[in-house]
């Protein structure tokens, strides 16, 4: 059986893992499509060499990134009194991780949003100076006031309008829920930054909406996190901040053309966390389409595509579908390629080979149900459905176990007793503590690389 399909170029490389084989008359084709950045062809992150008269590391043509730092400062930041100061610390330590060169702005947010460094409406570059003035305005951050997450989106959308960095990234802390604006005003404020930056978001404590700080970084491509412990919020910030000083590529696509008659049911992000794409897709000429992927590192990320082919007679084979990675041209022109891999459909009527599954796209169809099932049982168990929370958590377990997610195995052992893992018996545990169930909701979608 043939297992996969490679193409390469410089930077990125595309795998395609899956059984092309259908028996006679077989319609639906799944594929995995592994995309693997390692830097070939790209800075690495690093700022490119300036030419004459250009500030000491920014090179020429502009900085290679910016980012805003969203920080609640809402009232229940002071409860108890070290949040704030921790969120402080946490933002200082993020200042210090950027690189020389890097364009930067820190937001205090609450029902408002104000931007305490640098002042005008305009993006500081990072440099020992500028990290000194800016750890010198946050010493003067002090907490009061509700909690309006959507302007903080807002201000950070039109910091980051203004540059011509490559990589645009925001990072936003929050301790409380979005009360202070109606749900439809931040749904709005996200879709009017969609697109412009990316954003990681984390929550401190345990007084915080899961759904909406998760909801946040899904919109716009980033991580999302709880940071139970607010004295662990600077390690964790550094991380966020290291990790987005390794990006050097922005505003990647994944596109994918289809023949005639060919259909598309889905794209998903299956590693390292689980992302439905199938919503997203923008059209980009005849029977092709692009889903975001935002910026990349040197990193490597797996995607489920499945179609649905017309249907044919034994002996039949074609191209089912195109993945392509792609970036916009500088000048606007046609989007460069930066690497492809073919999706195929052969007809066969040898049993064995159309009924194989192949050992990826099994892997990831328990990992994308693993996430959902996890959602369905603690929304049940927060409604009183005792039966259906069990069963969900149940079949959990048993997924996480066979797959070889040690982690999500460990937060749910947490909030169920285990009786047998093979069959996914368990027992709901009867006093669960809240970091530990928002943890679990907030890491469902997780997921480990299948071993191969």
């Known amino acids: 059986m043939a297992d996969f399909a490679k193409s390469r170029v410089p930077g990125f490389a595309v795998d395609v893992y899956q059984n092309e084989f259908l028996p006679e008359g077989g319609r639906e084709v799944s594929a995995i499509v592994t995309v693997t950045s390692t830097g070939g062809g790209t800075t690495g992150g ?114 980051l309008g203004g540059s011509g960095a490559r990589i645009r990234h925001g990072i936003l802390l929050t301790d409380g829920r979005n009360e202070h604006e109606a749900p439809a005003e931040l749904a709005a404020a996200l879709e009017s930054v969609t697109g412009r930056f990316t954003c990681d978001a984390r929550g401190v404590g345990t007084d915080w909406e899961v759904k909406e700080v998760t909801g946040i970084a899904s919109a716009l491509l980033g991580t999302a996190d709880i940071v139970a412990d607010p004295a662990r919020l600077a390690a964790d910030f550094t991380a966020v901040m290291e990790r987005t000083m390794g990006k050097a590529v922005a505003d990647v696509a994944l596109r994918l053309w289809t023949p005639v008659g060919v259909e598309v049911l889905f794209v998903k992000q299956v590693a390292p966390s689980v992302e ?125 176990a066979a797959s070889g997610n040690a982690d999500t195995a460990k937060l749910l052992s947490k909030v169920v007793d285990v009786v047998d893992v093979a069959t996914g018996t368990v027992r709901l545990k009867a006093k669960v503590a809240e970091a530990d169930e928002m943890t679990l909701e907030t890491r469902s979608t997780k997921t480990v690389r299948v071993k191969k």
């Open 276 to 400: 439905d794409l199938t919503g997203r897709r923008t059209e980009a000429g005849p029977r092709a389409g692009d889903y975001p992927t935002g910026s990349w590192g040197d990193e490597s990320r797996d995607y489920h595509v499945c179609v649905r082919v017309p249907a044919a007679a034994v002996g039949r084979e074609m191209l089912a579908a195109r993945a392509s990675l792609i970036v916009p041209a500088p000048d606007g022109g046609a989007p460069e390629v930066l690497s492809q891999g073919l999706v195929r459909a052969v007809w066969t009527d040898d049993l064995a080979a159309s009924t194989a599954i192949n050992p990826q796209v099994a892997h990831y169809t328990g990992q994308a149900e693993l996430a959902q099932v996890i959602q369905q049982g603690l929304d049940a168990r927060k409604s009183g459905d005792i039966p259906d929370a069990t069963a969900k958590l149940g079949r959990a377990v048993q997924l996480a």
């Open 46 to 159: 690093a700022p490119l060499p300036s030419a004459s008269g250009a500030p000491a590391g920014i090179p020429a043509h502009g900085p290679s990134a910016a980012v805003v730092i969203m920080v609640d400062c809402s009232g229940s930041m002071d409860y108890p009194p070290q949040k704030m100061r921790n969120a402080r610390d946490a933002t200082a330590a993020a200042v210090d991780t950027l690189r020389d060169g890097t364009e930067f702005a820190v937001v205090a947010g609450t029902h408002v949003a104000r931007q305490i460094y640098p002042d005008g409406g305009r993006l500081a570059v990072a440099g020992a100076a500028t990290r000194a003035e800016a750890k010198l305005a946050l010493r003067r951050l002090t907490s009061g006031g509700g909690t309006a997450i959507g302007t903080w989106l807002r201000l950070a959308g039109e910091l």
